[in-house]
Nanobody
Framework: VQLQASGGGLVQPGGSLRLSCAAS????????MGWYRQAPGKQREMVAT???????NYADFVKGRFTISRDNAKTSLYLQMNSLKPEDTAVYYC?????????WGQGTLVTVSS
């Protein structure tokens, strides 16, 4: 199983980025997926998740700004991030899971700074 996250970078406050996570896994459509982030000196935290039925859940600090989506045909997960704030600066990780199986991507750095 391979998860390749991309799309991070440096953006000014108020700007937007779109993260992608390409997955190499069988039965992608049956898996739940999510984005997590870890800022320096802080614990990793959930940002957004999407189930195989496409039910979504967001952390309060990104509601209304971030949108998670998936494309089963492309076996990919996305995170559209708008109205970015300096406190959104972190390494963002994608995770895919089902039952007792869990896999993490390598992370992509998002830096929000003027």
């Amino acid at each position: 199983v391979q998860l390749q996250a991309s799309g991070g970078g440096l953006v000014q406050p108020g700007g937007s980025l779109r993260l992608s996570c390409a997955a190499s896994i069988r039965f992608f459509g049956a898996m739940h997926m999510g984005w997590y982030r870890q800022a320096p000196g802080k614990q990793r935290e959930m940002v957004a998740t999407i189930t195989w039925r496409r039910n979504t859940n967001y952390a309060d600090f990104v509601k209304g700004r971030f949108t998670i989506s998936r494309d089963n045909a492309k076996t990919s997960l996305y995170l559209q991030m708008n109205s970015l704030k300096p406190e959104d600066t972190a390494v963002y990780y994608c995770k895919i899971w089902r039952d007792n199986a869990e896999y993490w991507g390598q992370g992509t750095l998002v830096t929000v700074s003027s």
